[in-house]
């Protein structure tokens, strides 16, 4: 080879991938520039953010929220991580609740308009669920997460009669339980002389969340204390329940991104994820055929009988799929609510202390029944308060097929639409002046029961008047305005509570809104109750509670690290 070609041959090497590179920068900006002017006739008053890079990965990851982005790709509107981040700050900063954003692959419509919002969840032909996102979840079959039109409609008409008070007794009971285990293990945990005790609330709060839901949603105990080494396999298992569960949902995120010819690799790590997974199968499918000998007091069994007795009901796969769907969706974000809610008690001793004050008025230092559920008011709004600061999913995505109007906006076909729970739940427009700060009080109706001031006795008497005073023959409230009730024994809150439902989307909303809300309630306020009426919780010392609720966006909002918190006995229980 001539020293001439094989010159031209190494200046080719460093030439090409740097062409190309300016190729793609070139071509990204067209096509950005290409997407932006599309907006921008339909839309002339919409503010538009221009992404110059490609954001999402197989049509589903959005990159822009992974540390390796450089700082300086992103617009400085739009810092990474912002769907978290930034609040309700880019909106007030563009001066609307609704911004686009555009880069050369898509465009997207962000809002943070309750009315907005409350038009895109009732078109739900118009607006609808991209599904596609959301096929890493058929691990098991299709469920009624990941479907859409007549097959949604089928599962869903089987699934939601499920969420019954029967199962919400059961909740309440696995919760109770657990945390009574959970308490004990506390008390026997090394402590100081006067009995404080460091937590890890991370683990104890996934630990809890778990066990309510495997109890309640598949009848399947789990003992607080017992190590997984030492339960009993059953028949035909190579693994415990406990343990298979325990696996799974720590390989879930290799489940999700490893192909299926992965698992034909001799990994030990591979495999262990794998048998979890059938092993966590098995176990329902076994419920679910024996479920004509068991009463329906969890989920999975009430689930089984319902879809025999209907014609085109669900199959053994589907069934499986929805419980799974259950665990995967529930799991994680009851247990982060529970661990942000604690956190602010720890850092708001006042509201705290109020919150002492209902449990112990309302309960007498017993444990809570279901009918103590609908009058731990002031509970249910430290719940609410923090599923508004912290909600467990950021945005929720829709997508248009075609071109749609949508308040004062043209939007065009091929767009993704999402609902900015966060910069909802930031907007001072719903949430007054004071969005970022922990304030439960802002639930309610009654001025007096907004006063911080105000003794809990007080306030139970002037909520309860106010119930008295409510007839029947009233009109019903406004709908935009209350918190809907999910069964008969969550009415009384809708005296209790104020608020536009289309401005706080913890649950979503319209007809694909979360069946599970009152059995994340009922778990909270009875495992919240019960953990306040034994202990009062505060920071570690030297814990600054910025560093303690520092959160990311993973699938759902998580705290960034293990978080401890510590726990007092209380002197009078």
């Not at 907006?39 to 049509?59: A, D, H, K, S, W």
């Not at 996102?133 to 009624?144: A, E, H, M, Q, R």
Request: charge should be neutral.
């Amino acid at each position: 080879m001539s020293a001439s070609l094989t010159k031209w041959l190494r200046i080719s090497l460093v030439s090409l991938p740097a062409l190309y590179t300016i190729y793609t920068v070139i071509r990204w900006r067209l096509l950005a520039a290409k997407q932006r002017r599309i907006f921008e006739r339909l839309c002339p008053t919409l503010p538009v953010i221009t992404i110059n890079f490609t954001r999402t990965v197989f049509g589903v990851i959005d990159v822009t929220n992974f540390s390796i982005i450089p700082t300086w790709w992103m617009p400085k509107l739009l810092p990474k991580g912002w769907q978290w981040t930034t609040g309700h700050d880019v909106y007030q900063q563009l001066g609307g609740d609704a911004i686009a954003i555009v880069s050369p692959g898509d465009r997207q419509l962000w809002v943070a308009d309750a009315d907005l919002v409350k038009d895109i969840v009732s078109r739900k032909s118009d607006f609808v669920k991209p599904v596609h996102i959301y096929t890493i979840l058929n691990i098991f079959g299709s469920n009624v997460v990941t479907t859409e039109h007549a097959e949604w409609r089928r599962h869903r008409r089987i699934v939601s009669p499920q969420f019954s008070e029967r199962i919400n007794l059961s909740v309440l009971q696995y919760a109770a339980e657990t945390v009574r285990d959970m308490l004990k293990c506390w008390q026997s945990t090394e402590h100081t002389a006067h009995g404080e005790v460091r937590v890890n609330v991370s683990n104890d709060m996934m630990k809890l969340a778990l066990h309510v839901i495997s109890g309640a949603g598949f009848g399947m105990r789990l003992d607080w204390v017992t190590s997984e080494s030492d339960q009993t396999l059953d028949h035909g298992h190579t693994m415990s329940y406990k343990t298979a569960v325990h696996s799974m949902m720590a390989g879930l995120p290799l489940k999700i991104i490893l192909p299926k010819f992965a698992y034909l690799l001799p990994i030990e790590r591979v495999q262990n994820v794998k048998r979890s997974f059938d092993e966590f199968g098995l176990y329902l499918s076994e419920v679910i055929r024996g479920a004509d000998k068991q009463d329906e007091s969890n989920l999975l069994v009430s689930l089984a009988k319902a879809a025999r007795a209907e014609d085109g009901g669900l199959t053994e796969q589907e069934l499986v799929g929805n419980v799974f769907v259950f665990l995967f969706a529930g799991h994680e974000t009851t247990a982060s609510t529970f661990m942000f809610a604690l956190a602010m008690l720890a850092s708001h001793q006042d509201v705290q202390q109020r919150l002492y004050e209902e449990i112990q008025l309302i309960l007498d230092g017993n444990d809570p029944q279901l009918k103590d559920i609908q009058n731990l008011g002031y509970t249910l709004a430290v719940m609410n308060e923090t599923l508004r600061m912290f909600p467990p999913v950021v945005a929720i995505p829709k997508h248009t097929t075609s071109q749609q109007t949508l308040g004062k906006y043209i939007i065009p076909e091929d767009t993704r639409v999402t609902l900015h729970t966060v910069g909802i739940h930031y907007n001072p427009k719903y949430w007054g002046p004071d969005p970022s700060v922990f304030r439960p009080a802002r639930w309610f109706t009654l001025p007096e029961c907004a006063s911080s001031a105000v003794k809990t006795r007080d306030f139970i008497r002037s909520t309860t008047q106010l119930k008295s005073q409510t007839s029947p023959s009233e009109p019903e409230h406004d709908k935009t305005r209350s918190d809907v009730p999910d069964t008969a024994s969550d009415k009384p809150h809708q005296s209790l509570f104020s608020y536009n439902r289309y401005a706080f989307l913890p649950y979503s909303e319209g007809m694909r809104s979360c069946l599970g809300k009152r059995f994340a309630q009922v778990e909270f306020i009875t495992g919240l109750a019960m953990m306040m009426q034994k202990y009062s919780v505060h920071l570690p010392d030297g814990a600054q509670i910025e560093e303690v609720i520092e959160s990311q966006n993973r699938v759902t909002l998580q705290p960034k690290r293990d978080m401890y918190l510590v726990f007092k006995p209380r002197t009078s229980t």
